[in-house]
């Protein structure tokens, strides 16, 4: 399976400033996504990064909050924008290799705004 | 939206027992599933992949395809306490996850 680099693995903001997390693949794969979940709750998709266009945003996510870019086939970065103590979470990319398989993630990025 | 259904647990089990893990669907047009394990404080991580009907065994581990009763299970037998974490199944294509079933092996 493809290996995942996040970085960072974590981070401590201050309120107002913005943060890019990198999500790197050894191989080239079909799809990626950026993923949102806090402590003992459940995943949530917060968009899926497109290769050379913008991304697609799931419900209640947009893009001048989260910026991604994904320039190519194994990168992608999420940006969280003007940040503020409701977005402390752990973010995380997750990739598919092709059609009809798994999703892998990558380790995460444990985000904590002050 | 493919819709599946997980037995919310949280489930606990003894030292050695078979742990049963259970979740339904209702996308006929379903063709496989993923098992997938979190440990608290880690990103998920595949353990099972099960692509047709009948049983698929991995070590300890066993899942069932039952397409159908729309069914798919994770056996884990002689569960170790290091089996400890939710566990979240998801056909393919599927995004979303639920909560997924929190299992606690007790030594």
């Known amino acids: 399976s493809a290996v995942i680099s996040q970085k960072p693995s974590r981070d401590i903001c201050q309120r107002g400033t913005s943060l890019t997390i990198q999500c790197q693949v050894d191989?080239?794969?079909?799809?990626m996504f950026w993923y949102r979940q806090q402590p003992g709750q459940s995943l949530t998709l917060i968009a899926t990064?497109?290769?050379?266009?913008?991304?697609?945003?799931e419900s209640g996510f947009v893009i001048d909050k989260f910026p991604i870019s994904r320039p190519n086939l194994t990168f992608s970065t999420l940006t969280v924008s003007n940040m503020s103590p409701e977005d402390s979470s752990i973010y995380l990319c997750s990739v598919v290799g092709g059609v009809g398989q798994p999703q892998h993630f990558g380790d995460g990025t444990r985000l904590s705004i002050l | 939206q493919k819709e599946v259904e997980q037995n919310s647990g949280p489930l606990s089990v003894p030292e050695g027992a078979i742990a049963s893990l259970n979740c339904t669907y209702s996308d006929r047009g379903s063709q496989s599933f993923f098992w997938y394990r979190q440990y608290s404080g880690k990103s998920p991580e595949l353990i099972m992949s099960?692509?047709?009907?009948g049983d698929k065994e991995d070590g300890r581990f066993t899942a069932q395809l039952n397409k159908a009763s729309q069914y798919v299970s994770l056996l884990i037998r002689d569960s170790q306490p290091s089996d400890s974490a939710t566990y979240l199944c998801?056909?393919?294509?599927?995004?979303?996850f639920g909560s997924g079933t929190q299992l606690t092996v007790l030594p």
């Open positions: 990064a497109n290769q050379g266009s913008e991304a697609t945003y």
């Open positions: 998801a056909p393919t294509g599927q995004l979303t």
């Open positions: 191989s080239q794969v079909t799809m």
């Open positions: 099960i692509y047709s009907n």
